[in-house]
């Protein structure tokens, strides 16, 4: 047996007995003390943790709006080349109504208008797909 063990023959007084009573009584005590400060370090971590998790949660909402600014880029990049297209689309249309409407009526005016149509549709589903989030 340890010595800290109780053996009811080592003692033979009844003061022995109390004496180690009061001794065991004050160490249960002590013990107590102990749960009662590791309960409250358990406390404090289940609550640290709970900050962890909701850190967690912050860094991943972060990070998607992060992703979300980067499409913004790809978005502006797209806006750009819907007005380049839309540029484009009117030069020819205009060129192509001054080629038709020419004293020499010219044909080739009716092909300008085409190709400034076909160029408007693209920059047209260039625009949808902008507003809509589908990015290429």
């Avoid at 107590?32 to 640290?48: F, H, M, P, Q, S």
Wanted: include cysteine; hydrophobic fraction near 45%; charged fraction near 20%.
């Amino acid at each position: 047996m340890n010595s800290d063990q109780f053996d009811p023959n080592w003692f033979t007084t009844p003061e022995e007995l109390r004496i180690k009573a009061v001794t065991m009584h004050v160490e249960l005590k002590e013990r107590r003390g102990e749960i009662a400060r590791l309960r409250t370090e358990l406390a404090d971590a289940n609550a640290d943790l709970l900050i962890q998790g909701d850190l967690t949660t912050r860094l991943a909402l972060a990070e998607e709006r992060l992703k979300h600014t980067q499409r913004t880029w790809k978005s502006r990049v797209l806006a750009v080349f819907v007005g380049v297209l839309n540029i484009v689309a009117v030069y020819l249309y205009n060129y192509g109504n001054s080629l038709i409407t020419s004293t020499p009526s010219d044909q080739n005016g009716y092909y300008m208008l085409a190709i400034a149509g076909i160029i408007y549709f693209m920059a047209f589903c260039t625009t949808v797909f902008i507003l809509a989030g589908n990015h290429l």
